[in-house]
């Protein structure tokens, strides 16, 4: 079987040029979207992602308000600049980068956020919403991921989907995105017994759990698609996912690959987020 590469890099592009053309749209009528982006501390990966955000809102034509803070900021005072981003009218999204240092709260950072601000989707307000098929925000890669899907035409219903990870910033959300699209979804973790069974019969099967290479096409059901979210570095320190790409090529229909597959579809989906959070203020 020929296996069919999805191109995250390719279908984000296209987000980016659709929501282009809405922000434009939206610029004649007097409403500017704006992002503030918050980082505490020098983590270099989340600086990585930091300025990849400000290139997308850039080509997007979304303000970004950046704000850099020392490690050693304290809790109260990100609260109060939260705040502060909260009450300001220029500002339709509000995106704190994780992680934050040992010192901070995680939870109780996003749950100051205002829910109709939290475009990275994960106020509990949001999550809520996702829960029970209410409007909201849904967290970027689950989102991404269902885009992916849409775009490369996978029928979903009664489909049997598996989903390895249960975070709240993958796999969960994702399990519910699915379902609500009328798959039948199987949800595994690191106390599954026997992983290798459940994995073989997915027709959908989405791997975030952070193992390089841990699924093998040995371990596919011919035909299945395979949405890869992981981000490892391999022995020889190249840059792999959680499933092993060779050995799933030829017996996978569809796969994304490692880089260039669900990570540009993130960023896509945020400025989408940012877009719809200054639409809906102004209805």
Do not use: W
Request: glycine share 8%; hydrophobic share 40%.
């Amino acid at each position: 079987m020929e296996t069919k590469i999805i191109d995250g890099a390719l279908i984000s592009t296209q987000i980016k040029d659709e929501l282009k053309e809405q922000v434009l749209v939206l610029q004649d009528q007097g409403i500017y979207p704006g992002l503030a982006v918050v980082l505490v501390g020098e983590n270099s990966a989340s600086k990585v992602y930091v300025g990849n955000k400000k290139k997308a809102c850039e080509h997007v034509g979304i303000k970004s308000f950046s704000y850099e803070l020392p490690e050693e900021t304290s809790e109260e005072s990100l609260l109060e600049l939260i705040e502060t981003l909260n009450a300001d009218e220029n500002v339709h999204g509000i995106l704190v980068q994780l992680p934050l240092p040992r010192h901070m709260d995680e939870q109780k950072v996003i749950a100051t956020i205002a829910p109709y601000k939290d475009v990275d989707g994960f106020h509990v307000a949001n999550t809520g919403a996702l829960l029970v098929g209410a409007p909201g925000f849904v967290s970027c890669t689950p989102a991404g991921i269902m885009e992916l899907l849409k775009r490369y035409d996978v029928a979903l219903t009664g489909k049997k989907c598996v989903v390895v990870g249960r975070s709240n910033i993958v796999g969960k959300p994702i399990s519910l995105l699915l379902l609500r699209e009328n798959a039948t979804v199987t949800m595994c973790h690191s106390k599954t017994k026997n992983l290798q069974e459940e994995i073989k019969q997915a027709d959908v099967l989405v791997v975030a759990v952070g193992v390089a290479k841990m699924v093998t096409g040995d371990m596919l059901k011919e035909g299945c698609v395979v949405i890869d979210v992981g981000m490892n570095r391999d022995e020889n320190g190249k840059l792999c996912g959680d499933v092993d790409f060779a050995s799933c090529e030829g017996i996978a229909s569809l796969m994304t690959p490692v880089p260039r597959g669900v990570g540009p579809m993130t960023i896509a989906m945020l400025m989408h987020n940012c877009v719809q959070a200054a639409m809906r203020k102004e209805k």
